[in-house]
């Protein structure tokens, strides 16, 4: 399968922001949609946002709208996640994943990064 690779986690104050990116080593994503989730020890891995890659239609879980936003640049090469007015429960690895549809659960999606670690501070 193809991996993907996170970026852009670490440490942040509560109130303070981080952009994450992802990208394909091949240069390009071949899924219709890319998204986030995230986990943090002892949960399932939680839907975040994800995009349908060909019109850039947004989708969002609810308890992350109003303060992140999902995106790409203009070579539609990379996934960004925007994240602002950050709380300490957000602090999880946040993964990038790609589908041929914007599925709610995580074992839906069957192409993955590593994921990068965000930590935020009270």
């Known amino acids: 399968q193809v991996q993907l690779v996170e970026s852009g986690g670490g440490l942040v104050q509560a109130g303070g922001s981080l952009r994450l990116s992802c990208v394909a080593p091949?240069?390009?994503?071949?899924?219709?949609?890319a998204g986030w989730f995230r986990q943090v020890p002892g949960k399932e891995r939680e839907f975040v946002a994800s995009?349908?890659?060909?019109?850039?239609?947004?989708y969002y879980a609810d308890s992350m709208k109003g303060r992140f936003t999902i995106s790409r640049d203009d070579t539609k090469t990379t996934l960004y996640l925007e994240m602002k007015k950050l709380k300490p429960d957000d602090t999880a690895v946040y993964y990038c994943?790609?589908?041929?549809?914007?599925?709610?659960?995580?074992?839906?999606?069957?192409?993955w990064g590593q994921g990068t670690r965000v930590t935020v501070s009270s």
């Open positions: 091949g240069g390009t994503f071949s899924s219709a949609f």
């Open positions: 994943a790609a589908a041929s549809g914007s599925f709610y659960y995580a074992h839906q999606w069957p192409t």
């Open positions: 995009m349908d890659w060909e019109n850039g239609r947004t």
